[in-house]
């Protein structure tokens, strides 16, 4: 890529210490983008107590946030092109902090959701720009090579540390404050990334797409509606419109696909076996990863009654264990080929999810940890080997495409992965505790206590007989998230399968 006017001047090829330094300004970022993923699992019960949204609204808080960053990620790339890369971080991040005051400070469920969803549009600028930054900083290949290893520890140490950090916060401060982590953040990637940054930009840049950038929000969006409204038990017909909108405007976006000279998503690439193998399992392993975390804090909350900071202290093993499995993952690659690394990996990430299924059950601290870091252990390996087959299985001049759509999934699936578990527990909860009540809890308050674990706790602290009907709602609660471990479980075994069975012919790095 040519410099942009007024950049500074060539790097030379071995990195200098102003690139080791820009390096760990742009992984600040890529920390704050991925902690903001996972930081308000753990704020979900005082955010509720707060904001008293619903079921489905709360679901909305949390993943909609992911679903609007998958969506804007792929145009990213060419509009970092075109105005520069820096530029576009630069921006970013001016938005990021404003939006994440406005998300502090929201009064109501749907200003926290549409404040996530203007932060997920802002966080999409982070990760493109920072990683194209780092290849234009960093020329040589070992150096190169480490500095991406930086960039990709960057995002999975936030995803760890989100819920921990959340926890810390909120044992201390309102829930709104852990949106108030990024802002020094990224007042001092303002300050400092013009000064240690340097400027690309690409005049032959490809059009911007925005059509069908808005045709994946459009398809996607209605969709997740449709089912989330129809887990809260609504029967109007809207939830099945809703999705029969999103069914039509992902029609419309791959069959302009096809009729586009330079498409927003190269659809040719799932014609190859080993690209749409890779990306599955991709979109498997974070479906998972992402859907379970909401559950298991909600849990150890709502259901053992732990304080925030207690549930945060409880989820470091599972924090060490994703930056073990990571570390780990080159060794484990010189012993086996890739495809055994993952499949096992995977493999074992199932079998901790079903000891968690079994530890809600029991009401087990220690097993639903243990089971947790398994999974921790089992599926952080993947995130770097998965990018790299489907990279590798693309053809050559459609290897920056591979990698974009490797990262939209990503996105995509950990969103997909907390709305389809969420509105699966909650529909199970719905239907168990509806059974349960007594006959004297009717109209507002059992639809009160039917909204949600946290709703039922507060409706049930001045009705007689509240106890009773909390302790059927946690029962109720737990039954419905065992479920939800039990599908992941199985997702995870099933995702272990497909990655043996597709790439076991790919040789290993002995």
């Known amino acids: 890529m040519n410099i942009a006017s007024g950049a500074a001047p060539p790097i030379p090829v071995r990195a200098t210490a102003r690139e080791w330094i820009g390096l760990g300004v742009l992984a600040l970022p890529c920390l704050i983008y991925a902690m903001d993923l996972t930081v308000l699992n753990l704020a979900a019960p005082s955010l509720s107590a707060d904001l008293r949204p619903s079921a489905a609204q709360l679901l909305w808080i949390i993943d909609i946030y992911g679903f609007v960053a998958a969506g804007a990620l792929m145009l990213m790339g060419p509009l970092g092109d075109r105005i520069g890369r820096r530029k576009l971080l630069l921006i970013g991040s001016a ?10 400070f929201s ?15 802002a966080g999409a600028t982070l990760a493109p720009s920072t990683l194209s930054l780092i290849s234009a900083m960093f020329r040589d290949d070992r150096q190169k090579t480490f500095a991406i290893s930086v960039w990709v520890a960057s995002f999975s140490l936030g995803g760890a540390l989100g819920p921990i950090i959340g926890g810390a916060v909120i044992s201390r401060f309102w829930w709104g404050a852990v949106f108030l982590i990024p802002i020094p953040i990224m007042v001092m990637l303002l300050a400092t990334g013009p000064r240690l940054l340097p400027e690309y930009a690409n005049p032959d840049a490809g059009r ?42 992902l029609a419309i976006f791959v069959r302009r696909q096809t009729v586009l000279k330079e498409p927003f998503l190269d659809l ?6 080993a690209v749409a193998a890779a990306l599955m399992i991709n979109v498997l392993d974070f479906f998972v990863g992402f859907g379970i975390l909401l559950l298991v804090a909600q849990f150890l909350q709502l259901v053992l009654g732990l304080s925030p900071m207690g549930a945060g202290l409880w989820g470091l093993p599972v924090g060490f264990g994703f930056v073990f499995g990571s570390l780990g993952t080159s060794a484990w690659l010189k012993l086996m080929r890739p495809a055994y690394v993952l499949g096992c990996g995977l493999g074992l990430g199932g079998l901790g999810l079903a000891l968690m299924a079994y530890a809600l059950d029991a009401r087990s601290l220690i097993l639903v940890t243990v089971g947790n870091t398994m999974f921790a252990l089992g599926s952080a390996p993947g995130i770097a080997i998965v990018a790299d087959l489907v990279v590798s299985a693309a053809p050559e001049g459609q290897s920056g495409a591979a990698s974009a759509v490797s990262e939209t999934a990503t996105e995509f699936g950990g969103a997909l992965g907390i709305a389809l578990l969420g509105s699966l527990s909650t529909y199970l909860f719905r239907t168990k505790l509806s059974a349960m009540l007594p006959r004297d809890v009717t ?5 009160q206590v039917l909204s949600g674990l946290g709703a039922a706790g507060r409706a049930t602290d001045h009705l007689a007989g509240g106890a009773q009907v909390l302790a059927s709602a946690r029962a109720a609660y737990v039954a419905g998230a065992s479920v939800a471990l039990e599908v992941s479980a199985c997702v995870s075994l099933a995702a272990a399968v497909l990655a043996i069975t597709m790439f076991r012919a790919v040789p290993g790095n002995r």
């Open 208 to 249: 911007l797409d925005l059509l069908s950038a808005a045709l994946t929000l459009a398809g996607v969006l209605p969709i997740i509606y449709g089912i989330k409204r129809a887990a809260e038990g609504a029967g109007d017909g809207l939830a099945a419109a809703a999705a029969a909108i999103g069914v039509i405007c």
């Open 268 to 273: 040719r690439l799932f014609t190859r076996p």
């Open 95 to 104: 938005a990021f902090a404003v939006l994440s005051l406005l998300a502090a």
């Open 443 to 447: 109209g507002s308050l059992k639809n």
């Open 107 to 121: 009064r109501s469920a749907p200003m926290l959701i549409l404040a996530r969803a203007l932060l997920g549009l």
